[in-house]
């Protein structure tokens, strides 16, 4: 077993969950803590080094979804949400808020790890000053400083919006993103909630990135939610 640098601190009160998240932890090499308390969160992420953070939703003393407007008032700490909120709108809130992914109750030990293995390459980027202007995912490759996107050797015309939107995504690869965030992030706070105009842009650059738009294999849907560029 390989011994890791990262720490990671586990919110959550309910203990048998608890025992199983610090031991899937144990078993691949991370250093942990648990706290079972939003309060306690708050100062252990205060006071200790913590890389990234498991954050439950129901806590006894104040919800989660606080935990997370808090921290990002001060921190950029990669937050993993795990709840049984499984509702859309609860998934949206807490990634609009702050959070970095959502894991929905109940979970495998294998799906758990790899998200946490996303969240630390993300850690890692910027911790390096991850500031390459050309970032790919598989044969795509989108050079940030000449605005200009290759699928495998070939040059894709976008038009701007097109590049912007999946700018975007590359700038947040293996992030779930909110309509309501790429919204905001492509036509400006004001411009209102206009779901139509994303699903009609969003499909124009799925044709020309992916060899089959009904099965992405960039940028894939999360229903009710948003969407996300595949880290893994």
């Known amino acids: 077993m390989h011994e ?3 720490n990671i601190l586990v919110v959550e ?3 048998q969950i608890c025992r199983f998240i610090c031991y899937a932890l144990k078993q691949e090499g991370y250093n942990y803590q648990s706290v079972d308390t939003a309060q306690g969160a708050l100062e252990s992420i205060v006071l200790g080094h913590i890389d990234l953070v498991l954050l439950d939703l129901g806590l006894p003393d104040f919800d989660g979804m606080e935990v997370i407007k808090k921290v990002r008032e001060w921190s950029e700490i990669p937050i ?3 709840s049984a909120r499984d509702q859309d ?3 949206a809130a807490a990634l609009d808020n702050g959070a970095d992914d959502f894991l929905t109750k109940p979970f495998s030990a294998t799906e758990l790890m790899a998200r ?3 969240a630390i390459r993300h850690l890692r980027k910027n911790n390096g000053n991850y500031s390459s202007t050309v970032l790919t995912k598989d044969d795509l490759k989108i050079d940030l400083d000449k605005h200009l996107v290759y699928l495998g050797e070939s040059e894709l015309h ?7 939107l999946l700018a975007l995504f590359f700038k947040n690869i293996g992030k779930v993103l909110t309509t309501r965030y790429i ?10 909630e206009d779901t139509q105009a994303l699903r009609t842009l969003m499909a124009g650059l799925r044709r020309k990135i992916e060899a089959n738009p009904a099965k992405p294999q960039y940028i894939v849907t999360e229903i009710g939610v948003g969407y996300r560029m ?3």
Not at 158 to 164: A, I, L
């Open 183 to 192: 919204i905001q992030m492509i036509w400006g706070a004001g411009y209102g």
């Open 13 to 15: 009160d309910d203990v």
């Open 4 to 6: 890791r640098d990262e």
């Open 230 to 232: 595949k880290d893994i």
């Open 80 to 82: 993993l949400v795990i």
């Open 158 to 164: 976008m038009t701007p919006m097109e590049y912007n």
């Open 116 to 118: 946490i293995r996303v």
């Open 89 to 91: 709108r609860e998934k």
